[in-house]
């Protein structure tokens, strides 16, 4: 429900991503509703520290041709300035406030792309009236007043490699660690094989994820007593580097 209070409110949206996993984390559905209600968006690409410079180009240049696609990293303070300069041009309204709602996943970052955004601008909270209580109103500065309380885009029942990617549940909470392992492998061997290989000391040739899963739970000495190795304990050590912010894609 706040997700549509939100859409509807705002003037303009933000959608956040992560932008080591773009795709994943961006939700067609959302998108769908943000068409229908003829709002433009702005696809933020967060955690680009986290991500190649050739990749990130990659990226923005496919998801450009979807909506303006602007990535930041709140860690690094860079972005955000752009960002201000992207909302302002897209939202094209003049002569008053434009009211931004920031959409995504939890743990995409979208309270932390807000405070990045707003900075020395931000101003204490209001609540909007007429509307949900929970819609608190963040003055940015420039017009630019963000609803806080974001919309936080709900998991489905088959998204658990999406929570583990995004460290909204750490390796021992995941039914399927392994999986969950097995497709960062699957996008780190596509993205950025060397740095797999460097982080972990091994050479990766035409294994399949699985295959290198083993491969790095061998060199890491994770050995049952026969020798084999212990895949599940492998999967907790590849899922828990990945969301450490250790394999850069």
């Not at 920031?102 to 995409?108: A, D, I, K, V």
């Not at 919309?151 to 909204?168: K, R, S, T």
């Not at 040739?205 to 304990?233: H, P, W």
Request: charged share 25%.
């Amino acid at each position: 429900m706040m997700l549509k209070e939100v859409i509807k409110k705002a003037d303009i949206l933000l959608e956040v991503v992560d932008a080591r996993f773009p795709d994943e984390t961006r939700n067609s559905e959302v998108e769908r509703d943000i068409a229908r209600s003829k709002k433009p968006f702005i696809i933020v690409l967060n955690k680009c520290d986290l991500v190649s410079k050739e990749t990130i180009e990659k990226t923005r240049s496919r998801l450009s041709q979807i909506a303006p696609t602007v990535f930041v990293s709140i860690k690094d303070r860079f972005g955000t300035t752009m960002l201000r300069h992207k909302i302002l041009e897209t939202a094209g309204i003049k002569g008053r406030d434009i009211l931004v709602g920031s959409l995504g996943y939890p743990n995409t970052g979208k309270s932390s792309v807000i405070n990045g955004v707003a900075g020395k601008h931000k101003a204490s909270t209001s609540p909007i009236s007429g509307h949900t209580k929970g819609l608190q109103l963040v003055n940015a500065g420039s017009r630019i007043m963000f609803i806080d309380t974001p919309g936080v885009i709900p998991f489905g029942e088959n998204d658990e490699y999406i929570q583990g990617i995004l460290a909204v549940k750490d390796a021992t909470h995941l039914q399927d660690p392994i999986g969950v392992a097995m497709k960062i492998i699957e996008k780190m061997c596509a993205e950025n094989k060397p740095a797999l290989e460097s982080f972990y000391h091994v050479t990766i040739e035409a294994q399949d994820s699985y295959d290198t899963l083993i491969l790095i739970g061998r060199q890491s000495n994770f050995l049952r007593k026969k020798g084999e190795v212990d895949e599940t304990r492998a999967a907790i050590k590849i899922i828990n580097d990945w969301q450490k912010g250790l394999l850069m894609i």
